[in-house]
């Protein structure tokens, strides 16, 4: 595609009525989460396979109230001192820097969020405050929704505000837009990161190797003077097998990218169909230490809201 990366996220499918063209099926419905798959990743999609990973992430479903499910299963919000900012651990924080993803995967953890509040542009005065008291954070995190959305200029903006507090050393910035709408790494974008003091660090959400596109891999060659980590959902019926994980790492790893966790479900409600057992899980993990070298062998780990994720073996 000879779009720009813009032109590419506002003619994304956005509601059952164009997906059920589009795919050519009466499958898909509108509920609480709305729909948002850019046409780069339906493209991806086999639409005569019912069953396709990549469809399924995309899929809505009617939304079933299922006791250990919660609308917001990480408590981010108990964690929030400052609106926009979410201060975990005691090193880095996470900044939530848009309420916009480019597409909707229908795990997302973050689906209810309060992003109103959380803005962290119109919440700077307090977040630079706070950093500025905070002298053991040297790691600042950008979330969101998917930083990727906001604009080259308003990357750069929000780089220089961090620059300026001197004991921020690390930048790290996580995204799927990069890899459903590969041009949205643009020259500019790339300059910018090459001129911050900061040093940065990219975890790209990727959960099966079809999602890897031959334009993603050829522009994310130009961010190789980065650190490139990769983070996946185990999500049932996608990828719960070792062999595609495998095939993924390996993927990654022509990339450039090195895998970094594989989660297990954060249990929103109404994702109760993604949810891979723990005894499944670690029989999976099991079996992919046996197919990898150690280095390309993600972290199986759950969040569970607390201070740290733990590490599910």
């Not at 959400?205 to 996946?232: G, P, W």
Request: overall charge neutral; aromatic content about 8%; proline content about 4%.
């Amino acid at each position: 595609m000879n779009k720009s990366w813009n032109e590419s996220a506002r003619s994304s499918l956005k509601s059952a009525n164009e997906c059920n063209e589009y795919f050519g099926e009466n499958i898909f419905k509108d509920f609480h989460f709305p729909i948002k798959i850019p046409l780069e990743f339906a493209e991806r999609i086999d639409k005569s396979d019912p069953l396709d990973p990549l469809m399924l992430q995309i899929l809505p479903k009617e939304v079933k109230a299922t006791e250990g499910f919660f609308d917001s299963p990480v408590s981010d919000e108990e964690h929030s001192p400052v609106k926009g900012l979410i201060h975990k651990y005691p090193s880095r924080v996470l900044l939530i820097a848009t309420s916009v993803c480019a597409i909707h995967c229908q795990y997302c953890f973050r689906q209810n969020f309060d992003y109103v509040s959380h803005d962290i542009l119109k919440n700077w005065p307090d977040i630079e405050n706070y950093l500025m008291n905070k002298k053991e954070v040297s790691e600042v995190v950008l979330s969101g929704g998917d930083p990727l959305t906001l604009s080259d200029k308003k990357i750069s903006k929000i780089l220089n505000k961090i620059e300026i507090i001197g004991h921020i050393k690390t930048v790290r910035l996580h995204t799927r837009t990069a890899v459903v709408i590969p041009s949205r790494i643009t020259q500019e974008l790339i300059d910018i990161l090459d001129k911050t003091r900061l040093k940065v660090v990219f975890v790209f959400h990727i959960n099966h190797a079809r999602e890897i596109s031959d334009e993603f891999m050829k522009n994310v060659e130009s961010l190789k003077v980065h650190t490139l980590l990769n983070q996946s959902v185990l999500l049932k019926d996608i990828n719960d097998n070792a062999k595609v994980l495998s095939e993924l790492s390996s993927k990654l790893f022509e990339s450039n990218i090195l895998p970094y966790y594989v989660h297990l479900l954060d249990k929103v409600s109404g994702t109760e169909r993604f949810l891979v057992t723990d005894k499944r899980a670690k029989e999976i993990y099991k079996i992919l230490q046996t197919l990898l070298p150690g280095y390309l062998v993600p972290r199986m780990v759950r969040d569970e809201g607390g201070d740290s994720k733990r590490l599910v073996l």
